[in-house]
């Protein structure tokens, strides 16, 4: 299994790579007429499809906290953070006042969405803020709430442990290490909000540099020979650790596969995991098929061209049907 040296290197032909030609071509027509703005299928390390330009940055919206397990990950296999080290020892509060109780929720807590911290956050969507229980209506671990509270506040611990900022940390312990061709240092910043003194962590890829950070998880985080994040680590991170209803489980800011369950109209391997970005973002894992998707939505500039998962489950459902009995 190699790492793709570059996406701009000639495709492998379908066939070649396990996959029925013409079904493929079929899975990549119907995420053009769904409105993706890019798509890319590795098989191997190596392209097998694409759709648009591989080189085209955007936001990656929410799968940036995928990006931030891997460096708490490394950080953690360093000695810096604990898993086990409450909010109250590592002196972490917020505008309005964390209780005593919620000052007991762990750096493992806020890492699996189970911290029961309600506390205003920035950068939230509309869908985050109405899911989002009262304040003080769960004690930590006791619930998983997709919360921006708790992955934000992981921002504000890592950097506080490491003495690095997150920015800085992605390019130089992932971007660089694995070869990504787009990236730049301002495509990494922070985006500061009056409800929170815990700032989100925006990042810009492009498809093919995306694609890279799939198959480090894929390759269980080794890249060239070298491991850049924990073996374990990354295995531990898409274990389901809480039951996500439609969209299956959740692991350590991974989505992951449960029984079947991930996407709606799409039964998926059950190894199957996600990072997922507002507005149809999306970097697919299938270990035990060898393979990588990246589906990228127009989320940059309005009018937005959003790809909403009932589509996402279509193409993912297309796209794994092409392979070859």
Not at 125 to 132: E, N, P, R, T, V
Not at 193 to 217: N, T
Not at 231 to 252: C, N
Request: net charge neutral.
């Amino acid at each position: 299994m190699m790492p793709p040296a570059s996406v701009t290197a000639p495709p492998v032909a379908p066939a070649a790579a396990g996959f029925d030609p013409d079904r493929l071509g079929r899975a990549v027509a119907l995420a053009r007429f769904y409105g993706a703005e890019g798509l890319l299928v590795l098989r191997g390390g190596q392209i097998v499809a694409s759709l648009g330009d591989p080189a085209w940055k955007a936001n990656i919206r929410s799968i940036r906290k995928s990006i931030l397990s891997a460096l708490i990950g490394i950080a953690a296999e360093e000695g810096r953070i604990f898993l086990g080290a409450t909010l109250e020892q590592l002196g972490i509060d917020d505008r309005e006042g964390l209780s005593p109780a919620e000052k007991q929720a762990t750096v493992y807590d806020l890492l699996t969405a189970r911290s029961g911290i309600m506390h205003p956050a920035g950068y939230e969507s509309d869908w985050m803020k109405a899911i989002k229980p009262p304040r003080h209506a769960h004690a930590p671990g006791t619930r998983w709430t997709y919360n921006n509270w708790d992955f934000n506040a992981l921002g504000t611990i890592y950097e506080r442990a490491t003495g690095r900022s997150i920015p800085e940390a992605f390019a130089t312990l992932l971007a660089a290490r694995l070869g990504m061709e787009d990236f730049a240092p301002e495509d990494a910043s922070h985006i500061f909000s009056e409800e929170s003194q815990h700032p989100a962590y925006p990042i810009r890829l492009s498809a093919r540099d995306l694609a890279r950070f799939g198959q480090l998880w894929l390759q269980d985080g080794a890249w060239e020979g070298r491991q850049l994040v924990p073996a374990p680590w990354v295995r531990l991170s898409v274990q389901p650790i809480s039951d996500a209803g439609q969209d299956g489980a959740y692991g350590y800011m991974w989505w992951v596969c449960r029984d079947g369950v991930h996407y709606p109209g799409a039964i998926l391997p059950r190894d199957s995991f996600s990072a997922r970005g507002w507005g149809g973002h999306l970097l697919l894992v299938v270990p035990s098929l060898d393979l990588v998707l990246v589906h990228r939505a127009q989320t940059e500039v309005e009018p937005y061209r959003t790809v909403d998962k009932f589509a996402l489950g279509r193409i993912l459902a297309a796209t794994l049907g092409s392979i070859a009995a």
